[in-house]
Nanobody, 126 residues
Framework: QVQLVESGGGLVQTGGSLRLSCTTSGRTFSMYAMGWFRQAPGKEREFVAAFSRDGETTYYRDSVKGRFTISRDAIKTTVSLQMDSLKPEDTAVYYC???????????????????WGQGTQVTVSS
């Protein structure tokens, strides 16, 4: 089972940027497709961004398209989320997630992910 550890959250003003990183346990990185979810207080966890199983395609929720960028480094076995032009509605706990490549389920459903990080808080002040 892959283990995930997020870092990079914090407090930023509207319009600012943050970069989240997710470090994996390494040896199994190639067996997983990675994604990011977030959960705001009182709300359900929602999809933010993810890679396809072959790593060639990226997916984003509509509200972050053009502002967020997901990337991966297979050598460092990390996945990152660059967040620009942040808005107060982006405030949430952000989670890194991994789903087995063998899992044919869709990228948008959190139930299709097999491992989760502990989360990192992102707060955007207005």
């Amino acid at each position: 089972q892959v283990q995930l550890v997020e870092s990079g959250g914090g407090l930023v003003q509207t319009g600012g940027s943050l970069r989240l990183s997710c470090t994996t346990s390494g040896r199994t990185f190639s067996m997983y497709a990675m994604g990011w979810f977030r959960q705001a207080p009182g709300k359900e966890r929602e999809f933010v961004a993810a890679f396809s199983r072959d790593g060639e395609t990226t997916y984003y929720r509509d509200s972050v398209k053009g502002r967020f960028t997901i990337s991966r480094d297979a050598i460092k076995t990390t996945v990152s989320l660059q967040m620009d032009s942040l808005k107060p509605e982006d405030t949430a706990v952000y989670y890194c997630a991994a789903r087995r490549i063998a899992n044919s389920g869709g990228v948008y459903n959190s139930g299709n992910y097999d491992a989760w990080g502990q989360g990192t808080q992102v707060t955007v002040s207005s």
